[in-house]
Structure formats: C-alpha cells, structure tokens
C-alpha cells in the first residue's frame, strides 16, 4: 500500500488551473520526485498534501487514513512534515534552539514553556542529533541568521527531521546553492533515504535522476506522466513538455 496516495486532486485559482485531477501514489522508503516546468502547479500540490491550502476536489490519504481535511497540525501529528522557510524567530534562535523548539512542538508542550523546558537536556540531546544527522552538528550554536545559504537549507531540513516524520515534503531543497552546497544536499538526501520517505519538488535534474526511484511529471496541473527514472528519461511526451534535449546525468 502506498504511504501516501492522491486521488483526483484538483485546485483551481480563478480561471487558472493549478492541480487538475492529479492522481498518484508514493511508496514507503523512497524519493519520489516532482518535476514540471516553472507554473506546473507542483508548489500548489505540495501546499495541498501539506495542508497549507485545501483542494476544490479530490483526497489525500495517508497510511490509509484520510486526510484531506486535516490541519497541517494533525498531519504533523500523524507523520507528514514539510521542510519550511526559517522564519525570523527561528533566525534569531542558534540551530540548536530552533531544532529544540520543533522537538519541544513535536511533544506537544506549549511554546509558553519555552524556559522552563531549556533545563531539559534530553530535549537539547535529541536536537543535537539530529543536527549531527544532516551534518550541522559543529554549528549548532550558531545563529540561523549567520548560517551560509546552504547550510540554511540543511537547518531546514533539520527541522522538520525534528517532528519525527514518516514522509517529508522537500520544495525545491537544491534552490540557490552552488555546485558544493548542492553537492551536500544530495549527499544528506542520500543518507536519508530508506528511514523516512521523501517526496520532493525539485529542477535540478541530475539531483532528480540520482536521487528518486519514481518521478511524476507536472505539466500546466495535469500529472503526464509518472514512473521509474529510466522510464522517464525515455518518454517522448516528458521529454517535450520539459526535459527537451538537456543532458541528464546517468
């Protein structure tokens, strides 16, 4: 059974057409990546999965359940996290603190509690190691706000890492690096695979065809097509709605 499943999810904007009756399934353990050109509609199908906006139709289930009206919270809750933006609290937090706060958030303790709970070390312990897990543990008392570009990225993963999830939703987690930030990000994407399934949009493709074992193609919100790399490599349809003749890394 897929760990999460998709049936007919629509989302239309006015006249504009962001997701139309986009069926698919992800698997439990793998990458599953999502691709389009720039206008696709693949932010809005994140935003949908995730809870940030709500379809005009269709389901999500996840694990069997549904949760298409599900908060974000709930979703959270149950094992579905997104990477997210740092947000100015969180910059003004060393990576340490913002990683122990999603802990803290994940336990269900109110932020209210936020001094009392900074006594707790096994609060700060789990946050350690999930900074050490996607390779940020020398910088942990760092401020979010003097973390390079990229490894503000590999924080942002951390914090949704910190929630415990079963699935994560990564949008465009390669965006703005260079050659060895991006380098990085694939490495720790790579480590990650195979202990929490990942679902992630992204337009670097030599990241894509490295990293997924199934690619769905978003094109104007139709889903055109969806399988292994090498099937998509080879579609004609994929290749001239988007990847053209650019050269893919084997």
Wanted: a neutral charge; glycine letters at 10%.
């Amino acid at each position: 059974m897929a760990l999460l499943a998709v049936e007919r999810l629509s989302k239309r904007f006015g006249g504009l057409v962001a997701t139309e009756a986009v069926s698919l399934g992800v698997e439990p353990g793998g990458v599953h990546a999502l691709i389009g050109p720039n206008g696709a509609g693949k932010s809005t199908l994140i935003n949908q999965l995730s809870g940030s906006l709500a379809p005009d139709s269709g389901r999500i289930f996840f694990d069997g359940e549904d949760i298409t009206a599900r908060a974000m919270h709930e979703r959270v809750a149950r094992g579905l996290a997104r990477s997210y933006q740092i947000t100015n609290v969180f910059k003004r937090f060393s990576a340490l603190d913002g990683v122990a706060l999603a802990v803290q958030a994940r336990s269900g303790s109110s932020l209210r509690f936020w001094q009392p709970v900074q006594r707790e070390r096994a609060l700060f312990d789990q946050a350690a190691a999930v900074l050490d897990r996607v390779g940020l543990g020398a910088r942990k008392d760092t401020p979010a706000a003097a973390l390079a570009h990229g490894e503000q990225r590999q924080l942002e993963v951390a914090l949704a890492l910190a929630t415990n999830p079963r699935l994560l939703l990564l949008d465009e987690p390669m965006a703005g690096q260079g050659p060895d930030e991006s380098a990085r990000m694939i490495e720790l994407l790579g480590q990650l695979k195979g202990s929490v399934t990942l679902l992630l949009v992204e337009h670097d493709m030599d990241a894509v065809f490295r990293l997924a074992d199934t690619i769905s193609v978003l094109v104007y919100g139709r889903l055109i097509a969806s399988g292994p790399p090498a099937a998509i490599r080879a579609n004609e349809e994929v290749r001239r709605a988007y990847l053209g003749e650019e050269e893919v890394t084997p």
